[in-house]
């Protein structure tokens, strides 16, 4: 029998496909619940301010490169959702005197544009450019990492894809978006084999660095975070690192501010990564199978799902 339509795009698969019991258990969770969701290979962590937030986030990089060797290269994957940390990467490199000569970092996504290659640095919105202007651009020249190790994906993703097997990725960090996705592993269409279930959590996590259609829900809430609204400025696709180079990663940090997510979603997603509740349909929750999962809270951020008038 297949599952209900989506509440909001009928075409596609998303969260709202969920069973009702599903949404409204959890959100009824409380602060001090979430906490409680924590077992073995998954772990929430609460942080009091933003400013302690993003210090853990940015130390995240630093702990990841100080391991990296010659002949054992290590990196992190960052998102450019949240991007208040990068800056205070390049701080911290620069003010402890870290040298990045043997260390490698991985750009999560970036959009396509109409041609189907990944767009320049000259676009507006490109993550990329984000990157380096928020970060790579302000380490000094002493301790810069080589170009050669920094990988962002490209419409070729081969090379993109195999460097996740010749470098150890000990952290992927990312943010969760309002459609439950980190990177932009988005929920798929609702049509084909898809029209009456979603893949099954084994088959999307087959899934590598890919161009992919996103969801509506994914380009409204990008034109809302980073283009002043303006939703005829965001591409309608873009490039993704896949759960199969996910799930390369020794750990996945995801960082909840209470920006990029509503309070319903950063509720929804923890609890069924503690429950094993995994449903492609909601990406996020696929993480359940990963071995080692922490999601990162700012308090302030959490809001409530009680009914409020505005």
């Known amino acids: 029998m297949s599952r209900k339509l989506s509440h909001i795009a009928p075409d596609w698969w998303d969260y709202t496909t969920l069973e009702n019991d599903l949404i409204n258990d959890a959100a009824r969770l409380t602060e001090r619940d979430l906490t409680q969701l924590s077992r073995p290979g998954f772990t929430v962590v609460m942080y009091d301010t933003l400013e302690d937030f993003y210090l853990a986030e ?25 991007t208040e940390q990068l800056p205070l990467v390049a701080r911290l490199v620069n003010e402890l005197g870290i040298t990045l000569k043997d260390s490698h970092f991985w750009g999560m996504d970036e959009w396509v544009d109409e041609s189907g290659t990944e767009v320049s640095l000259e676009h507006p919105l490109s993550f990329e450019k984000a990157d380096r202007e928020l970060c790579f651009d302000r380490i000094r020249p002493d301790f810069a990492m080589p170009e050669a190790q920094m990988h962002f994906p490209k419409a070729d993703t081969d090379a993109y894809s195999s460097s996740y097997d010749s470098v150890r990725c000990a952290v992927m960090q990312g943010g969760q978006g309002d459609i439950k996705h980190w990177a932009f592993n988005d929920p798929l269409r609702r049509a084909g084999a898809y029209q009456d279930a979603p893949p099954s959590p084994e088959e999307y996590r087959r899934l590598g660095t890919r161009v992919v259609e996103l969801h509506p829900i994914t380009l409204a809430q990008n034109a809302r975070t980073s283009g002043g609204g303006n939703v005829t400025m965001v591409p309608k696709r873009a490039l993704t690192v896949g759960p199969r180079e996910t799930w390369k990663a020794d750990k996945v940090s995801i960082w909840q501010a209470g920006t990029h997510d509503n309070p319903l979603g950063q509720r929804l997603t923890a609890l069924m990564i503690s429950k094993g509740l995994a449903d492609s349909a909601v990406p996020m929750s696929l993480l359940a199978d990963h071995p080692n999962v922490q999601f990162n809270y700012f308090r302030g951020g959490l809001g409530s799902c009680a009914v409020e008038m505005h």
């Open 58 to 82: 940015a130390l995240e990089y630093i702990t990841a490169w100080r391991q990296s060797t010659p002949d054992n290269p290590v990196g992190i994957c960052g998102p450019i959702g949240p």
